[in-house]
């Protein structure tokens, strides 16, 4: 949706070109097989509200499946209709998601170390805070960032165009990262995930290292343990300690503000158009689903 929408943004041109649809592929496979991969690696039962692909076809097909994924894009876009210079570009995009992806999912596994114990001692969270948002930015947001650049690129706009539209999408990835965070605590609708999944995999998220500014030192040690060594008796419990700082609420309002600043500065270069009516519906949509 969002190759199309930015393709519209500056062709101003609803109908779908012939051909689209291969075009259209690449960032759907980019994200099929990364969160194939990502359950494996995080151990997560449930995506989407069904068994993850491992647990339903086995983890060896699992990770054949989600490797093949990322280099089917190559396949489909040689089909594409394309001059050979744009497809190059487009290349050079998808393969850089695809790094930045990994580098980030490397991030996420290592863990922030000994950045939570200065965390807890402290109070100060700000350097888990910064930490977060790089795995954000790696994971979500650069893959979020090459739909607008391929979007932009099918529609021969200006770089700096592009470039200022690209800025955009990684603030808005960002920002749908930290309320992915807070729907894990709050959970989501249908069941589609478990609540609190990521304190169950004894994951650090945005909503709980912002939680150590607001409670005593105690409170602090006793969520890093619960993090560190989770049941879901103790999720429970770290789930209402979390809450009651109001950090879970303080994460969307801050990815609202992220969201509205970012706008605030893309929108002069868009012209008055249905696409720009949509993309920010779609930026507003993100930040305030509740699955």
């Known amino acids: 949706y969002s190759v199309l929408l930015c393709r519209e943004l500056w062709k101003d041109d609803r109908r779908e070109p012939v051909g689209i649809h291969n075009w259209l592929a690449l960032p759907e496979l980019l994200h099929a097989g990364s969160l194939i991969i990502d359950d494996i690696q ?75 114990h200065d965390a807890v001692e402290s109070g100060d969270p700000d350097a888990l805070l910064e930490h977060l948002s790089l795995v954000y930015k790696l994971k979500t947001a650069v893959p979020s960032q090459s739909a607008a650049r391929i979007g932009g690129l099918l529609a021969e706009a200006p770089e700096d165009w592009i470039r200022g539209l690209e800025r955009y999408f990684l603030e808005i990835g960002i920002a749908f990262q930290m309320v992915d965070d807070a729907l894990d605590m709050e959970g989501f609708e249908d069941n589609r995930k478990v609540r609190g999944g990521d304190l169950l995999e004894s994951k650090w998220t945005w909503p709980a290292a912002l939680a150590l500014s607001r409670l005593g030192i105690e409170d602090r040690r006793k969520l890093a343990a619960g993090i560190e060594s989770p049941s879901q008796a103790v999720v429970e419990e770290l789930l209402a300690m979390i809450a009651g700082t109001g950090a879970i609420a303080d994460t969307k309002t801050r990815a609202h503000a992220m969201s509205n600043t970012a706008w605030k500065a893309v929108r002069p270069q868009l012209r008055d158009s249905h696409a720009v009516v949509r993309l920010r519906a779609l930026s507003r949509y993100l930040l305030e689903r509740r699955r």
Request: net charge negative; glycine share 14%; hydrophobic share 40%.
């Open 42 to 116: 995080d151990g997560s039962n449930v995506r989407r509200g069904h068994p993850a692909v491992h647990l339903e076809y086995g983890v060896p097909l699992g990770i054949n499946a989600g490797n093949l994924a990322y280099f089917l894009g190559e396949t489909v876009a040689q089909e594409a209709d394309a001059p050979d210079d744009v497809k190059l570009k487009i290349y050079a995009c998808y393969f850089e998601a695809v790094r930045a992806g990994h580098i980030g999912q490397a991030l996420d596994l290592a863990g922030p170390g000994q950045l939570v």
